[in-house]
């Protein structure tokens, strides 16, 4: 099992940055690929980011160009960031972490989430 946890959430202005971090304890090893989702309020939960462990990122759309998802540069990969610059208020949600160990993007760990919110 791999319990996740995110920090670096908070308020910031519109065209401002934020840099979110997912650390991974438990069952590291066995970490294929991580990647970021989001869901505000009254809406569903989205892709954000993924990568995986040998480092191939992909990006939702509406957040290509502008957020950037990285690992760290062990063997096992145990922590994940996200860049995110240029906010706009449609950004704001709750951001959450997950991790997959069986196949990739196949999640079966989350996090609790962390509040972004964009606002003037």
């Known amino acids: 099992q791999v319990q996740l946890m995110e920090s670096g959430g908070g308020l910031v202005q519109p065209e401002g940055t934020l840099r979110l971090s997912c650390v991974a304890s438990g069952r590291m090893f066995g970490i294929n690929a991580m990647g970021w989702y989001r869901q505000a309020p009254g809406k569903e939960r989205e892709l954000v980011a993924t990568i995986t462990s040998n480092g191939v990122a992909r990006y939702a759309d509406s957040v290509e160009g502008r957020f950037t998802i990285s690992r760290n540069n062990a063997k096992i990969m145990n922590m994940i960031y996200l860049q995110m610059n240029s906010l706009r208020p449609e950004d704001t949600a709750v951001y959450y972490c997950?991790?997959?160990?069986?196949?990739?993007?196949?999640?079966?760990?989350w996090g609790q989430g962390t509040q972004v919110t964009v606002s003037s």
């Open positions: 997950a991790a997959s160990t069986r196949r990739p993007y196949m999640w079966d760990s």
